[in-house]
């Protein structure tokens, strides 16, 4: 599986994005997708993810409510939408796979290119 992360970019606080995780090859029903998000000094940090193929999503608790994790199935293709977006959401954010549900970046076998997204007036 290799993945491809992207759309970040340059918003105000209180606004939105869409980041797209972009996956090729065959993704097994059991797979889990998950986004992670590292700011500058700190570690890497689990966001939500989402199970392939029944499509049961998990958040962490500082997003959820703001953000939305979805799949389209048809184009291979896991979404982040974040809403009412602030500073502290300001960081790399990056997808990765992995055969189980896990918060942790070692439960995941594959990892696409961070994007960046930058919280700021």
């Known amino acids: 599986v290799q993945l491809q992360a992207f759309g970040g970019g340059l918003v105000q606080p209180g606004g939105s994005l869409r980041l797209s995780c972009a996956a090729s090859?065959?993704?097994?029903?059991?797979?889990?997708i998950g986004w992670f998000r590292q700011a500058p000094g700190k570690g890497r940090e689990f966001v939500a993810a989402?199970?392939?193929?029944?499509?049961?999503?998990y958040y962490e608790d500082s997003v959820r409510g703001r953000f939305t994790i979805s799949k389209d199935g048809a184009k291979n293709t896991v979404y982040l939408q974040m809403n009412s977006l602030t500073p502290d959401d300001a960081a790399v954010y990056y997808c990765?796979?992995?055969?189980?549900?896990?918060?942790?970046?070692?439960?995941?076998?594959?990892w696409g290119q961070g994007t960046l997204v930058t919280v700021s007036s």
């Open positions: 990765a796979a992995g055969t189980q549900y896990s918060t942790t970046p070692n439960g995941y076998d594959y």
């Open positions: 989402i199970r392939w193929g029944s499509g049961i999503r």
């Open positions: 090859g065959v993704i097994p029903d059991y797979y889990h």
